[in-house]
């Protein structure tokens, strides 16, 4: 490990925002990165892998073109190559669920069907030679992981999980002692606490995508068997939407030729990154269009972020550093609901912030928007319902899971991704 550098495992469904945040950790010097573990999700696993592949390819060609921008990515030149380890390509249990829609069927818009420059030859599982910078495994991903946390100062590592938990749910299995003696961190996006869902009006990807590996790490049958909730820390849609790339700033600021079109990007005079980064965004700018929206969402990205602004620390007790701040908050998931898969249920029974029984949240938010008052004045009048109410079920007495609430702001993080993965400047705040 080296000194003062974050040890990291990147879990990753390769996927338009999981590669610009596999950029951003590589060009972040803060993190030392250990392995990339790939698994289904935004698309096949098989796809996540060349996907991780298709990035170093971009990056090597880049760098090659730039050599005086080599400094920008330290854990490019790594002196120990990441491990890249296949992991799980379905849930533990349930359907299989892509979101190759968004990401399209490479899970990366696509490009290669637009750009064959951009795609790479498979590499199934060569040895340590035959990558450059990646030591390409035939190891499980699980496997891999167990090994780092073996090999590692305990408490040191942070796990960075950007997709499905269901390979850290495999990692839990086969030595949940270990995880929890030795993990330092576990910094993970998912979930939707009190915003819709980006999957359904209720459930956010990842944790639609195996919510049986949610409720066996944040809920376990025995509490030894789930993950030290007070080393994780979750990072819901409801913090990370808010943090975006405009596509008119990446215009301006990264590509003045990216257009919204079908037909491919120009790539002549675009510098390697540029090219392979705006070939899929792209795609992303289309899905994102049809949504209202002219940007990207940055949810992995925010995720990456917090693993480099916050390390592991000795005492739980100690606060996020500036700027971050997390609360506790317990839920449980919906596994299998027709409608409600992936749902965090919150009980918000005894939540005294809650709106009254029968309020019209509709209306009582729109007079607090008016009256800019805290809500409690505009309680319903209405009597509630004077209905039984069944004992709720046997609640899990969870300690509550850390979820991030503050960050320093989305034009923070705006600024140092436009830096440190193109090397511009960012905007100035409004
Ligand atoms: O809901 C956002 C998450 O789902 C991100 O990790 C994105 O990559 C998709 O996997
Ligand atoms: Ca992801």
């Known amino acids: 490990m080296s000194s003062g550098r974050i040890p990291v495992i990147i879990d990753t469904d390769p996927g ?10 590589l060009a972040s010097p803060e993190l030392d ?33 730039h050599p005086e921008q080599q400094s920008r990515f330290p854990n490019y030149f790594s002196t120990s190559k990441p491990i890249l380890a296949e992991g799980s390509e379905i849930p533990l249990e349930g359907d299989l669920h892509s979101a190759q829609y968004f990401h399209g069927r490479d899970g990366l818009g696509d490009i290669s069907k637009r750009h064959a420059d951009l795609d790479v030859a498979r590499k199934d599982d060569g040895g340590d030679a035959s990558h450059p910078q990646v030591q390409i495994t035939g190891t499980s991903a699980v496997d891999v992981a167990l090994d780092l946390l073996r090999r590692n100062p305990a408490r040191s590592i942070t796990y960075i999980a950007l997709g499905p938990l269901t390979n850290l749910a495999r990692l839990m299995r086969a030595d949940a002692a270990l995880v929890r003696n030795k993990i330092g961190r576990i910094v993970c996006m998912g979930g939707a606490l ?46 990370t939407t808010p943090h975006e790339l405009p596509f008119p700033v990446y215009k301006a600021q990264v590509d003045p030729t990216f257009e919204n079109t079908s037909c491919p990007s120009l790539s002549k005079d675009k510098s390697p990154l540029t090219h392979f980064t705006s ?30 602004e916050n390390p592991p620390v000795a005492d739980a007790a100690t606060p996020l550093n500036r700027g971050w701040k997390a609360s506790r908050r317990t839920f449980e998931i919906e596994r299998t609901g027709e409608l409600t898969r992936g749902m965090l249920v919150v009980d918000r029974r005894e939540d ?52 991030v609430t503050d960050t320093p702001g989305p034009q923070m993080l705006l600024n140092l991704l436009l830096k440190r993965v193109w090397g511009v400047e960012g905007i100035k705040s409004s």
């Open 352 to 403: 005294e912030s809650a709106y009254a029984p029968g309020a019209n949240r509709a209306q009582v938010q729109a007079e607090l928007e008016k009256a800019a008052l805290p809500h409690g004045q505009f309680e319903s009048t209405a009597l509630p319902a004077q209905v039984e109410i069944e004992e709720p079920p046997q609640k899990h007495t969870s300690q509550g899971v850390l979820c």
């Open 194 to 239: 009190d915003v819709p869902g980006n999957t359904s009006p209720v459930a956010e990807f990842n944790f639609f995508a195996d919510p049986y590996a949610v409720r066996e790490l944040l809920h376990p049958s025995q509490p030894e068997l789930g993950l030290p909730l007070e080393r994780f820390l979750m990072l819901p849609l409801d913090i």
């Open 33 to 65: 990165v250990l392995a990339i573990t790939v698994s289904y999700g935004n698309t096949d696993m098989a796809a996540s892998k060349l996907n991780v592949l298709k990035t170093y390819q971009a990056l090597t060609l880049h760098l090659e073109k």
């Open 16 to 25: 338009i925002d999981d590669i610009i945040a596999l950029l951003f950790a």
């Open 279 to 308: 070939s899929f965004l792209e795609r992303t700018r289309e899905v994102m269009l049809e949504f209202g929206k002219d940007a990207m969402e940055l949810h992995d990205i925010v995720a990456v972020w917090c693993a480099i």
